[in-house]
């Protein structure tokens, strides 16, 4: 049995915490917040605001906003315990040294209240110390994660490649939504498009799955399209990821 | 019955002869191509490389590039018979008005080889004579496809949009390719982020599903970014979308 101490009542520390206690051979024995009202929601377990009353556990996981990771870690009156953050950007040495070290970031965007698949979500994990990867490594299995060792700097890396995927992505969803808004036409005609193209990567990379004007190199197409274009920043995009493509494909 | 001819022998014209074929109430009665080489995949069906051979029929389906439409529908040797083009870019106007004209244009990617199921792609559909309509309707009704009666001008909107949520999401991912390579991370730890993105479409709006550093203003994380980023044109890319999603939320 792996007993845990979650620190943080967020959107994460709620995915978590209801995974783990659905989980055979996992055990939260208490969830730390600074405010009493945000631990209502784990209230079939021990809570507590007071660092100082934290309980004995295997793992300490800090589920917070990035820029509060560092104080709570620096506060912890213990040493020499396992003490993991869950982000995606912040370095493992945030953490303080006093402790064994180590990152559990679960890669995927958690929506408050829709329910959660971990068996769908890779989890990015580090430690300072090898046996503490087991640990690690034997939570992601009990909840049907699979898991990936990638350092600090990988972790960085793929940070930045998931704001592409996931925020730019659906950015582009969003202008597409403004102009066929503003054309009198449904979205909805663009969802199979864009499952497909989210589809495809399971079987082509994204460069063999690249199509469209800026590949073909195709201007009569591009400046059709600029024309159509209302918006000057819409115009801005279009115009700097055509050359982005066309560069892609060596033209 | 609807007797058809298809015109051209590219991706789409196959992808349509197979799934005409294979549909109760439809006949493929002759494929035309320019050059008899590629007509092979046709050769279930009487084909021609004349379009003073062409046979009657209920509806001509003219499926080749779209600076080739305009030259076919000219040289057409028979008048007011209905005539459609299968382009997303191209004015109906742009066939010759000796016929009844129309559009019949799928709005998904096609990829050779890779079989297509018409259930899930949406026709825009646009004639010039109302009756006309009730055909490429009965034809849609036929092989299972949501139909949408679109002009042309929507149709250039929806071509420009898919543009940007297909070549451009695409290029996201791209990019997120690179970037996980150049840091020795497999792409695939993406793959789930990818999916969800493109999933959420169907609960939420793009406006209300977007998350990430430009849209809380989170300066600091930006910044983290593109310091990672080791190409200018990544940086560029990164810089213009945080620009439009933070525009985008008022900030």
């Known amino acids: 049995m792996i007993q845990m101490v979650i620190l943080g009542a967020g959107n994460l520390a709620q995915h978590l915490y209801t995974v783990f206690r659905a989980t055979e051979g996992l055990e939260v024995v208490q969830v730390y917040n600074r405010s009493q009202k945000a631990l209502s929601y784990f209230n079939a377990t021990n809570t507590t605001t007071s660092l100082k009353e934290l309980?004995?556990?295997?793992?300490?996981?800090?589920?917070?906003?990035d820029d509060a990771i560092a104080a709570i870690a620096?506060?912890?009156?213990?040493?020499?315990?396992?003490?993991?953050?869950?982000?995606?950007?912040a370095s493992m040495h945030m953490l303080h040294k006093k402790n064994r070290r180590g990152v559990f970031y679960p890669l995927q965007t958690f929506t408050k209240g829709v329910k959660v698949d971990f068996t769908k979500i890779?989890?990015?994990?580090?430690t300072g110390e090898k046996a503490d990867f087991k640990i690690l490594k034997s939570i992601a299995d009990a909840i049907g994660s699979n898991s990936y060792k990638i350092s600090s700097e990988q972790r960085r890396a793929l940070h930045v490649s998931a704001v592409f995927v996931n925020n730019f992505s659906n950015h582009m969803y969003r202008i597409a939504h403004e102009i066929s808004e503003a054309n009198n036409v449904p979205f909805e005609i663009l969802h199979p498009l864009i499952q497909e193209t989210a589809n495809k990567i399971h079987t082509l990379t994204p460069y063999m799955?690249?199509?469209?004007?800026?590949?073909?190199?195709?201007?009569?197409?591009i400046d059709d399209h600029l024309e159509k274009l209302d918006k000057d920043i819409h115009k801005e995009i279009y115009t700097l990821l055509t050359q982005s493509i066309?560069?892609?494909?060596?033209?």
Chains 1, 2 share one sequence.
């Open 122 to 126: 890779p989890l990015c994990l580090e």
């Open 55 to 65: 309980l004995e556990a295997d793992i300490y996981i800090i589920a917070v906003a």
């Open 209 to 221: 799955a690249q199509t469209g004007p800026a590949k073909r190199g195709d201007q009569k197409t």
């Open 74 to 89: 620096n506060k912890l009156p213990f040493t020499d315990r396992l003490v993991v953050h869950t982000s995606g950007s």
């Open 246 to 251: 066309a560069k892609t494909y060596g033209r």
